[in-house]
């Protein structure tokens, strides 16, 4: 189960992806917005981020208008590595390396297609584990300084 949510400048984006991950059989829940009405990306952000860090989904799909303000309010999320990505690449070693559970897309920066793409890449790809896993274990360990 992935778990998506935008604001009102990731709503169009979000359509687009749930429509591609229909047609591929893939599941998700949608944590909103549910419509264009302006609204604050940290509210959305926060409730799909606390499904992925409760188990209730594995990862998280987040959208806003440039990727970059909800991806800010995932990685306050504790368990969270949000990863804001516009290119292959980076979607994909993301979760190479970084073992991200949550891709950040712009509404205003990607298109549907690219963007369906970095979603594709980014739910198939599995960590890799070895040399990359002290380096996360790190990043906890700065979370837990909190
Ligand atoms: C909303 O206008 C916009 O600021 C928001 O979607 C996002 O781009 C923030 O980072």
New binding site residues.
Partial sequence: MIALGS????FELKQAIMKHLDEKGVEYKDFGTYSTDSCD?PDYAKAACQAVTKGECEKAILI???G???SMAANKVKGIRAACCSDYFSAKYTRLHNDANALCM?G?VVGPGLACELVDVFLETEFEGGRHQKRIDKITAIENER
Wanted: hydrophobic share 15%.
């Fill in positions: 604001d009102h400048g990731g990306y806003c208008g440039t970059i303000g909800i712009g205003r």
